[in-house]
């Protein structure tokens, strides 16, 4: 029931989080026929050289055997080197490319993922029904039509080329044997070339198998997207808190501020801005605090308790208000009607003058 419910597509956090765990697809009809494709073009271009140096290898032993009366473990162990080195110049430099090759389909088509994860003990890999899901699932089920297919295009590949051989079989026997072993390598490589190329096919159709499978098997709930979007966003309750108490802390930290205010605008309680203007640091009055209603009246509150000379101006305290962040300086357009305010603070506390 719970899969029938994933019908949403993986989100790029769930995608991240599989191939950390070492979760990706891949197709390994790909990396078969690869390695099948690169070992056939080695062998053809490479044949003549290996065939040269097991000949020489051949006829070299022979010689060394029939001239030796006595066969010790000196001669056996001689015998045995040139043979793995015959062995490693023939052989190596193929299973080499081979390896090299499987290693970077692999890599091509997991993005050269390597992950930790792959190597602890699951509990999953040795247990019987899990082992039984895997057998009788869908994927098993390919995986064995796939073989199937397989086994039954090389049969069929070498019943119609043997049907074919057979025609010309006799003319063969008419034939030098070297012409005959040529003609017998190209009828061996045409079927190596056939079953690459239906291979080929079967490979595409694998990869685009599973592609679709892995997407499937990714695929999410509606509930866990949203629980992944609480995770990745934050839960928006907890957000609205969070931003409550950060603007409970700027409120705080704005009315602190207050006292150390010229001179507070005000309209009359609804609005209460508070302005400084220190001649030698700023370049222009800045607002030290700002408030509506509750805030304005707090803002007015603290100036009265620490003698702040306030001034009742309607159209500058909303305008304040409105268009000057705290601890921004006041706009250009505000500069004549502040200057005011300003002139007349400067001469009401050379008079001694309070707050009003």
Same mark, same amino acid.
């Given at each position: 029931?719970?899969?029938?419910? !994933?019908?949403? !597509?993986?989100?790029?956090?769930?995608?991240?989080? +599989?191939? @950390? !765990?070492?979760?990706?697809?891949?197709?390994?009809?790909?990396?078969?026929?690869?390695?099948?494709?690169?070992?056939?073009?080695?062998?053809?271009?490479?044949?003549?050289?290996?065939?040269?140096?097991?000949? +020489?290898?051949?006829?070299?032993?022979?010689?060394?055997?029939?001239?030796?009366?006595?066969?010790? *473990?000196? #001669?056996?162990?001689?015998?045995?080197?040139?043979?793995?080195?015959?062995?490693?110049?023939?052989?190596?430099?193929?299973?080499?490319?081979?390896?090299?090759? #499987?290693?970077?389909?692999?890599?091509?088509?997991?993005?050269?993922?390597?992950?930790?994860?792959?190597?602890? %003990?699951?509990?999953?890999?040795?247990?019987?029904?899990?082992?039984?899901?895997?057998?009788?699932?869908?994927?098993?089920?390919?995986?064995? =039509?796939?073989?199937? =297919?397989?086994?039954?295009? *090389?049969?069929?590949?070498?019943?119609?080329?043997? @049907?074919?051989?057979?025609?010309?079989?006799?003319?063969?026997?008419?034939?030098?044997?070297?012409?005959?072993?040529?003609?017998?390598?190209?009828?061996?490589?045409? *079927?190596?070339?056939? =079953?690459?190329?239906?291979?080929?096919?079967?490979?595409?159709?694998?990869?685009?198998?599973?592609? %679709?499978?892995?997407?499937?098997?990714?695929?999410?709930?509606?509930?866990?997207?949203?629980? +992944?979007?609480?995770?990745?966003?934050?839960?928006?309750?907890?957000?609205?808190?969070?931003?409550?108490?950060?603007?409970?802390?700027?409120?705080?930290?704005?009315?602190?501020?207050?006292?150390?205010?010229?001179?507070?605008?005000?309209?009359?309680?609804?609005?209460?801005?508070?302005?400084?203007?220190?001649?030698?640091?700023?370049?222009?009055?800045?607002? /030290?605090? @700002?408030?509506?209603?509750?805030?304005?009246?707090?803002?007015?509150?603290? #100036?009265? @308790?620490?003698?702040? /000379?306030?001034?009742?101006?309607?159209?500058?305290?909303?305008?304040? %208000?409105?268009?000057?962040?705290?601890?921004?300086? *006041?706009?250009?357009?505000?500069?004549?009607?502040?200057? +005011?305010?300003?002139?007349?603070?400067?001469?009401?506390?050379?008079?001694?003058?309070?707050?009003?």
């Amino acid at each position: 029931m719970a899969e029938s419910n !994933k019908t949403e !597509k993986a989100t790029p956090k769930k995608k991240r989080d +599989e191939r @950390k !765990k070492g979760n990706a697809f891949q197709s390994r009809d790909i990396v078969s026929v690869g390695m099948l494709i690169v070992g056939f073009i080695l062998i053809s271009r490479l044949g003549s050289f290996i065939t040269k140096q097991i000949r +020489e290898l051949y006829i070299h032993e022979l010689s060394y055997v029939s001239t030796t009366y006595d066969l010790t *473990i000196a #001669g056996c162990m001689q015998i045995l080197r040139e043979s793995i080195i015959v062995f490693f110049i023939s052989a190596v430099p193929i299973m080499i490319a081979l390896a090299l090759t #499987g290693i970077v389909l692999t890599g091509a088509q997991t993005r050269f993922l390597v992950s930790g994860d792959l190597l602890k %003990f699951k509990y999953s890999r040795i247990s019987i029904v899990q082992g039984f899901k895997r057998m009788f699932s869908l994927k098993s089920l390919v995986q064995l =039509i796939k073989s199937i =297919i397989k086994v039954a295009v *090389i049969l069929w590949v070498i019943y119609t080329s043997l @049907k074919d051989l057979m025609v010309v079989a006799p003319d063969m026997f008419n034939s030098g044997f070297d012409e005959s072993i040529a003609f017998m390598m190209d009828r061996v490589m045409a *079927i190596v070339y056939k =079953i690459c190329m239906i291979f080929i096919v079967i490979a595409v159709l694998d990869f685009a198998f599973q592609k %679709f499978d892995y997407e499937q098997k990714l695929k999410m709930t509606k509930q866990e997207v949203k629980d +992944e979007y609480k995770q990745t966003e934050g839960d928006p309750f907890i957000k609205g808190k969070i931003k409550e108490k950060q603007r409970k802390m700027s409120m705080n930290r704005m009315i602190q501020q207050v006292p150390q205010a010229d001179v507070i605008v005000r309209n009359p309680t609804h609005f209460a801005v508070a302005l400084k203007y220190d001649l030698e640091n700023d370049q222009a009055p800045v607002v /030290l605090a @700002k408030g509506q209603d509750y805030m304005a009246m707090r803002i007015i509150d603290i #100036g009265l @308790k620490h003698n702040i /000379l306030m001034t009742e101006n309607k159209p500058l305290a909303r305008s304040l %208000f409105q268009t000057v962040e705290v601890n921004d300086y *006041i706009p250009a357009e505000l500069y004549k009607a502040v200057a +005011e305010v300003m002139a007349w603070v400067y001469s009401t506390k050379k008079k001694g003058g309070k707050a009003i």
